[in-house]
């Protein structure tokens, strides 16, 4: 089976169910999702919609299904000025990179570091005018959550 149709392990399912409650409880609501087109994100991203609210879009890319931070910097530097927020739904080593490169600081940041465990929530705060300014350590790390940390869905 290619990379890319590899299906979300059952540990996988229950870690996202376990986010999708969080995001709820915390009334996270990006206005963009960038979902990665490989199965396991998909299937990611259905466990965790229904948490997110209902004004949001929604964008299966195939850019996204890429392990290399700098791929995925340079396609949030792409985004409109006037999109606000923004969750990526991807995969590791570049999700852990990304949000390792661009957070500054952090109260979680060496956690961050050292894993990026299926389903994990890193939230940044940029310090940038607009996307196309989006650099290497111009955000903080504001919350950092894993899904084991929330206890069994």
Known sequence: ME???????????RAA??????LDAEDI??????????????????????????EL????????????AD???QRLQQLPADVGSVMLVGHNPAMQE??????AEGDRLDELRRGFPTAALAELDLRV??????APGTGRLTR???????GSA
């Open 3 to 13: 990379d890319v149709e590899r299906p979300l392990a059952p540990r996988g399912a």
């Open 17 to 22: 169910d376990r986010m999708r409650d969080y």
């Open 29 to 54: 609501r990006p206005e963009l999702v960038l979902c990665s087109s490989a199965l396991r994100t998909r299937e990611t991203l259905a466990r965790i919609l229904p948490g997110l609210g209902p």
């Open 57 to 68: 879009t929604v964008r299966i890319e195939p850019s996204v299904y890429s392990f290399d």
């Open 71 to 73: 791929a995925l910097l």
């Open 98 to 103: 990304l949000a390792a490169v661009i957070a």
């Open 129 to 134: 005018g607009s996307w196309r300014e989006l």
């Open 144 to 150: 950092f959550i894993v899904p084991r940390e929330l």
